[in-house]
């Protein structure tokens, strides 16, 4: 597999990954929504749910948005 190939179905890879985490946690938010918690408890668990979230799709985007550099500006 060529190096441009091998990028490519990374970041596709990547962004597969981050579709099915926003799934799984707009799933998990729907069932703390539908639980019959105090408001204070689902504040808590809300707060564990959305910083767990940021920091993972964040890493992936990241990764997603570096810049790639194949080959340095003198070879050819």
Do not use: C, H, W
Not at 10 to 21: A, G, S, V
Request: glycine letters at 2%; proline letters at 1%; charged letters at 40%.
């Amino acid at each position: 597999m060529r190096k441009e190939d091998k990028r490519v179905a990374i970041k596709f890879q990547r962004e597969k990954l981050i579709e099915e985490l926003e799934k799984v946690y707009k799933n998990a938010f729907d069932e703390i929504s539908n639980m019959e918690l105090e408001e204070g408890s689902v504040a808590k668990l809300s707060k564990a749910f959305l910083l767990s979230r940021q920091a993972a799709i964040s890493e992936l985007e990241k990764e997603i948005e570096k810049p790639i550099i194949t080959k340095a500006a003198n070879e050819k």
